[in-house]
């Protein structure tokens, strides 16, 4: 494989993360989801006030935007690599307990295995488009 070819897949896989990011960012605003997705933050992390579950959830979609747009500019590229592979870290209660009631949450409780290998695969292409 060329450099130049190589250099195209970063490229490539690199949007595909980042206008997935941004696309999932922007649906914590739609409110049927957002009320879904509050849902999902398990009970013990629950609080009142600004850190209610659907200010988190507004928060976390303000993250993945911002995260999404600066895996795409050079000059942010490697810190929003770092704080999206610790979003996913942190988001990860929430889909662990998504993942423990499949009635309630239907397609979002993708089973606990699937889900931790797959953010972990996740978190290592936000790393190599970050870094190649």
């Known amino acids: ?10 490229t490539i ?3 595909l993360i980042a206008v997935v990011f941004i ?3 922007i649906n914590h605003f739609v409110p049927k989801s957002a009320r879904v997705m509050a849902k999902m933050i398990p ?10 579950p659907l200010n988190l959830v507004y928060f976390t979609g303000v993250c993945e935007i911002a995260g999404g747009i600066g895996l795409l500019v ?7 690599a770092i704080a999206l592979v610790v979003f996913l870290a942190a988001v990860f209660p929430a889909n662990a307990y998504a993942a423990a009631d499949r009635e309630r949450f239907g397609t979002l409780a993708i089973p606990f295995w ?5 953010q972990v695969v996740l978190a290592a292409l936000i790393v190599w488009v970050a870094v190649a």
């Open 1 to 10: 494989m060329t450099d130049a070819t190589l250099t195209v897949i970063v």
């Open 13 to 15: 896989v690199r949007i």
């Open 23 to 25: 696309g999932m960012g």
């Open 43 to 52: 009970p013990a992390l629950r609080r009142e006030g600004a850190l209610r």
């Open 74 to 80: 050079p000059q942010t590229r490697l810190a929003a």
């Open 114 to 118: 699937p889900r931790l290998g797959g």
